[in-house]
């Protein structure tokens, strides 16, 4: 046993030193790390980010596609071209000659079937969230035009037709591993919890990427990412952390579409009384944390929806951080009644974002500064979930929930319902206005829906005060020298590899 | 752990009876620790630890929840920022000296209270297992077999999901997953124990089980169960830092080590300090432990005893003799 | 062999007793249509998701159910990954059972060599260091060691990979850091033993016979004090097959520490009962591995 330990432990050192790791990264093939593992590869489920961020535009397509790169709108993808035919109905011109990495060509039978089977009840994809209970029809008018009617009419149509992904008409009514797309790219290999190999098709319909063969890897820790990208064992890190991003020849930060808020119970008091609700905005000093304990170009909110989305109103100004009116309007609250001393609790998530402690726990003090009793207590997505959605619990204490949303679909129709309407799931008001505001802008096209979307916003901010909201999050990718790539707003949610080139 | 050989009667008595003929016992212990000087760094260091969870937080608790982003991530060994700076500031630019000491009474608090929770657990069901009926040990083997392969992160996520991340429940989490351990040394050494002459003595004698257990195989069981306990105390401190570092551990305000260990991680290349004073405490604590163990382990064992209880000179022979 | 017949009716009985709990315990803990749906999901998908996977169900017909499937050697499906949850487990457990393999080989080889020549002089300068080292080793947190380790061989040297699978590279650095803590008990184990049995009365029969060679002295006094030590080994192994959680997510490595941490934070159960399972019965297995080993060494057990 000696001897073997010996003659291995030589072997070890002797061994070691000149054989650091080389890597196969030869021609046009890329490897990029992610922080979450995908857990399926269902089209279906590729709103999802973890599956998004690799099969979304890279092997299921979409008839169009949301430009969040030169702020030009809905794209074709898909369909070449479409129009309002009235009554709800949408005319679709599909492009020819497409086919499937199977094979089979595409046509509009696929994409009636593929609504149908991402809306089945034997299912439970993500697709029927962004319809909710609007209700399609698709009339196959010839094999490459499609009318797709809504009931109620529905404005943005052609943006949602960019959520819904396209299957082969033969794919079973199943969650899939294996996804069958008309993409640039196919499925090669899976091996769980290590790798997926993308492969790029001879056969693509529009232009050839530059990458061949892209691998994904999967690291749950930032700074491993960050250290493979800086070892050249990796291309692109597309989420690495702050703290880690310390190479500024590499590492670029991009706005990444959360925006994070505290969820206010305005039900219950104190917090139901709106100079409470003020108060606690105004005792936040947001512009402290950037650059400190976030990083530079986070961007203070003042609305759900980051600043690149239609209708978000340029008007609104951010609480100013005023202490002392914070202290004079718990005063005032305090004369009419409001028992202002009541513990609020500030319910954090742990793994929110890098660093959500410290935030919490800044934010904690800085209320307490003015005079709040806060308790802070960080707890797990399962539990914070439970809080955060309705049914609430009864006799529940007043509650600040710290959480972040993530729209980068181009259309506040996608947050607005479920975080203000007085039956969204995850809203902590009941204001008859709010409701029928969202109802008009939803309903809206055009001109009209940005300048309504607009007026909600202001009103939110300054009136309802239905939140603490609280920034726009930047996250960092790190970019390995042989490739150039540019994170965009969407990068958290799709990432596509016809944006990767070669230097 | 079958390390430690059971003790030999009359030794046991030398030990745990403080007769009022030996006066001086404590000066014998003292001197028998004067022998190791490593043991005595451990003890001097872990009597220092316990005056800083005792007297830390009503002093410092203050001073460590105090945030100051000005002196965010402050480096150590400057006194700029007071004495309390000399260790660096945190990424909330808190002093970290100040926080090490507030944490030491939820570490030492949580880790004695695991340690204490699940040995006398352990040992009452390793008696009861040792000494009681052949089915009643079957049952409760079986049963510290069912605790063994119950996942303690599972453990810890239903305890934090049905309970709450506080101290107390922590220290549950913790103390469940040690049980089998003194449960199955204790059953080991009672199994032993009683087919020896004084326990076979005392039952021809008609004296209860209960009196047996308690009077006779108790106390012999114990200095067993102390060396294992001290160890153990170092892999409850690790095990609750690690919780930590998944998410499912103590969670913040409270702090301890472990979860400074944590939450500093990824400043790690950038402020090293952050992760490194708190991880040097644990490492400190848990080495003291486990010197004291180890000299514990030979000032219980009668076989090697001598070694602390004779002059350096002689050591030095009886050393060479040995080898 | 009735012994060995009552003994796996035995822990049969109890891994059962084991999955009940988990069974029951683990669906205390919250609702997995929250966490596999969106954030903004309407009530009618949770409602459609909880129908799907019979969670709407009370949990006495829940638990029959699965009884009824598991007795049909069917452990359901993943419910994040929809494919049977055995399949998921088995494949995660490969590596798992590979990393404890080796790193339990080499951590045995090295405390027994290391150990048993502290113990020739205790109390002498390697004793001490040795002693030292190991502790400190052992008394560091897992990930600390392990970012520590990567900072230095991974970043700054550039000897290894960070992370990953693929060559034999990529295994140095975790098995380097899960050796680390075993290492530092099994040392102090085989120290303590081999010191007690140097002095012990056949190796004094030994020497008083004449036999001056150190080697069969070593090798006598080494087959005795291995027993305790194969008692701890083992308790070591147990724990490395539960999975090495930590080490494990750090280096992206695909073992059942990591899928069980994942799947208790996503509640999906079936991937739970079954990891639990698999990693019950291999250390089962392991155990009357270790039984047959105290067996051969110990002649007094064997008769």
New interface residues.
């Given amino acids: 046993m000696k001897r073997t330990t010996l003659l291995l432990s030589s072997a070890l050192a002797l061994a070691l030193p000149p054989l650091a790791p080389a890597f196969a990264q030869e021609g046009k093939d890329v490897t990029i790390v992610l922080g979450e593992d995908i857990d399926l590869m269902e089209p279906c489920m590729a709103t999802r980010s973890n599956i998004g961020r690799i099969i979304m535009e890279n092997v299921s397509e979409t008839l169009t596609e949301y430009d969040v790169k030169s702020g030009k709108g809905v794209l074709p993808r898909l369909a070449e071209s479409w129009e309002d035919m009235g009554g709800g109905t949408w005319r679709f011109h599909l492009r020819e000659s497409v086919t499937f990495s199977d094979g089979s060509a595409f046509d509009a039978a696929d994409v009636k079937a593929s609504y149908e089977r991402a809306s089945s009840d034997k299912l439970t994809c993500e697709t029927p969230r962004y319809f909710g209970d609007t209700k399609l029809t698709f009339d196959v008018v010839d094999e490459h035009t499609i009318d797709i009617t809504a009931d109620p009419a529905q404005p943005i149509l052609p943006l949602l037709m960019s959520l819904v992904t396209i299957v082969p008409s033969e794919t079973p009514v199943e969650f899939v591993r294996e996804p069958v797309g008309t993409g640039p790219y196919k499925l090669a290999s899976w091996s769980p919890g290590q790798s997926v190999v993308l492969e790029r098709r001879d056969d693509y319909w529009g232009e050839q990427p530059a990458v061949e063969k892209a691998t994904y890897v999967f690291r749950t820790d930032p700074a491993v990412a960050a250290a493979m990208v800086a070892q050249g064992e990796a291309d692109l890190a597309p989420s690495i952390s702050a703290v880690d991003a310390t190479d500024s020849e590499t590492d670029v930060s991009y706005l990444n579409s959360e925006t994070t808020y505290l969820r206010l119970d305005s039900a219950i008091p104190p917090i139901s009384d709106k100079r409470v609700r003020e108060a606690l905005n105004m005792s936040i000093d947001r512009d402290a944390f950037v650059g400190t304990l976030l990083p530079e170009g986070t961007v203070p909110a003042v609305a759900m929806v980051p600043p690149t989305t239609l209708g978000w109103n340029p008007d609104v100004k951010e609480y100013p951080y005023d202490p002392e009116k914070a202290k004079e309007l718990l005063a005032a609250a305090k004369a009419d009644g409001v028992p202002v001393d009541t513990t609020l609790y500030l319910i954090g998530r742990s793994n929110l974002f890098p660093g959500v402690t410290e935030v919490s726990e800044a934010l904690q003090q800085m209320m307490q500064d003015v005079g709040f009793n806060v308790e802070l207590q960080m707890v797990e997505v399962a539990q914070q979930e439970e809080l955060y959605s309705k049914p609430f619990k009864e006799g529940r204490p007043p509650q600040m929930l710290f959480v972040s949303h993530d729209n980068s679909k181009g259309d506040p129709v996608f947050s607005m319902f479920f975080k203000y309407d007085s039956n969204g799931r995850q809203s902590g008001i009941a204001d008859p206005k709010v409701d029928e505001m969202i109802a008009k802008a939803s309903a809206a096209t055009g001109e009209e829906r940005t300048k309504d979307w607009q007026e909600l916003f202001a009103y939110l901010h300054d009136e309802v005060v239905p939140d603490v909201l609280l920034f726009h999050m930047v996250s960092f990718a790190r970019v390995g020298d042989r490739i150039e790539f540019t994170p965009t707003i969407a990068t958290n949610s799709m990432l596509p590899l016809s944006e990767i080139s070669f230097k | 752990?079958?390390?430690s050989?059971p003790l030999k009667a009359q030794h046991m008595s030398t030990l745990t009876s403080s007769g009022p003929a030996e006066p001086s016992r404590l000066r014998v212990v003292l001197g028998m620790l004067w022998r190791d000087k490593?043991a005595t760094a451990a003890v001097i260091f872990l009597l220092i630890a316990i005056l800083c969870a005792i007297l830390g937080p009503a002093l410092l608790t203050e001073a460590a929840t105090r945030?100051n982003?000005r002196a965010?991530n402050f480096a150590p060994f400057s006194l700029d920022q007071g004495w309390l700076m000399i260790l660096g500031g945190d990424?909330?630019g808190r002093p970290l000296l100040a926080r090490i000491i507030v944490a030491a009474r939820n570490t030492l608090m949580i880790a004695a209270g695991a340690v204490a929770l699940s040995a006398s657990i352990g040992a009452m069901l390793g008696l009861a297992a040792g000494y009681g009926p052949r089915w009643l040990g079957?049952v409760i083997m079986?049963?510290a077999?069912?605790i063994?392969?119950?996942?303690s992160?599972?453990l810890a996520?239903?305890v934090?999901?049905?309970l709450?991340?506080s101290v107390g429940n922590v220290i549950l989490v913790l103390a469940v997953t040690r049980i089998p351990v003194y449960l199955r040394t204790t059953r080991a050494e009672v199994l032993e124990i009683k087919e020896r002459m004084f326990v076979q003595a005392a039952q021809v004698m008609g004296a209860s089980s209960l009196r047996i257990v308690f009077r006779h195989i108790l106390p012999m069981v114990i200095p067993t169960l102390v060396t294992i306990a001290t160890?153990d105390f170092?892999f409850v401190m690790?095990a609750e830092?690690?919780l930590s570092?998944?998410?499912?551990g103590i969670?913040?305000?409270e702090i301890t080590w472990?979860l400074m260990?944590?939450?500093g991680?990824?400043?790690?290349?950038?402020a090293w300090w952050l992760?490194f004073w708190p991880?040097l405490a644990?490492?400190?604590?848990?080495?003291s432990l486990?010197?004291l163990s180890?000299w514990l382990?030979i000032a219980l064992d009668p076989?090697?005893r001598w070694?602390l209880e004779i002059t350096p000179a002689n050591?030095i022979g009886g050393?060479k003799a040995?080898? | 062999m009735p012994r060995y017949a009552s003994r796996i009716i035995s822990s049969f009985a109890s891994l059962v007793l084991l999955l009940v709990m988990v069974f029951f315990l683990s669906r205390l803990t919250g609702d997995p249509a929250a966490l596999f749906l969106p954030d903004d999901a309407t009530p009618q998908m949770i409602e459609q998701f909880r129908e799907l996977h019979g969670l709407n169900d009370p949990m006495i017909v829940q638990f029959g159910r699965y009884v009824w499937d598991v007795l049909h050697l069917n452990f359901g499906d993943s419910l994040r990954q929809a494919r049977p949850a055995i399949e998921v487990v088995t494949q995660a457990f490969v590596w798992t059972l590979w990393l404890a393999l080796i790193t339990m080989a080499l951590v045995t080889a090295a405390a027994v060599v290391i150990g048993s020549l502290a113990a020739f002089r205790p109390g002498g300068i390697f004793d001490r260091i040795v002693t030292f080292t190991s502790l400190i080793g052992a008394s560091a947190p897992d990930f600390w060691v392990a970012i520590v380790g990567i900072t230095v061989f991974a970043i700054g040297l550039g000897w290894l990979p960070t992370s990953g699978t693929g060559t034999v590279w990529h295994w140095i650095l975790p098995i380097a850091v899960l050796f680390i803590r075993p290492f530092g008990l099994i040392l102090q184990v085989v120290r303590g033993s081999m010191v007690s049995a140097f002095g012990s009365a056949y190796v004094k029969t030994a020497r008083a016979k004449g036999v001056r060679d150190r080697s069969i002295i070593f090798v006598h006094t080494l087959r005795n004090a291995m027993l305790p030590v194969i008692t701890v080994v083992g308790d070591q192994a147990a724990a490395l097959l539960n999975g090495a959680v930590v080490v494990e997510t750090i280096f992206g490595f695909p073992g059942v520490g990591k899928l069980m941490i994942d799947s208790i934070l996503n509640r999906d159960f079936n991937v739970i009962l079954a990891a639990i399972m698999v990693t019950a019965i291999a250390i089962f297995v392991m155990n009357l591995l270790i039984d047959l080993a105290y067996a051969l060494l110990d002649p007094r057990i064997r008769t």
């Fill in positions: 752990m079958a390390v050989s490593f945030q982003l965010r990424a909330l079957t079986r049963l077999d069912v063994m392969s119950f996942p992160l599972l996520v239903i934090l999901y049905m709450s991340p160890l170092a690790l830092s690690a570092f998944l998410g499912i969670q913040p305000p472990g260990v944590a939450q991680k990824q400043y790690l290349a950038n992760a991880g644990i490492i400190l604590t848990t080495l486990n010197l180890n382990r076989a090697q070694r050591k050393g040995n080898g």
